[in-house]
């Protein structure tokens, strides 16, 4: 590859995106918009769809953040899920602990 051909790439592509129309939000239609994770907070007890090798099914939120993290009820490890894998991974939320 030339020096220069990448340069000229990005020319190019920078003149095609000037000849854009200005952005404009799409409205997606319900049925195909990805499922949102729901309001989780500080030691909910989630259950996933497929269980741990321990065998257990339910997991207790012990962080909130970019990546959740979830502690095994049943043996107790703990890990880090990315909030659009948990939100692929979460069957249902099994109890909410109050607050006294």
Known sequence: MKPG??????CKSMA??????????IEVPHDIMPAMLPNLEI??????????????????????????GLECTRCGRRVMLPRRTLSRRLKTIVNRLEDE
């Open 5 to 10: 051909a990448h340069l000229a790439f990005c």
């Open 43 to 68: 030691d909910d007890i989630v259950r996933l769809r497929k269980p741990h090798p321990c065998g257990g099914y339910e997991w207790k939120v012990f962080r909130l953040g970019a990546d959740i």
């Open 16 to 25: 095609i995106f000037a000849m854009l129309p200005s952005y404009q939000a």
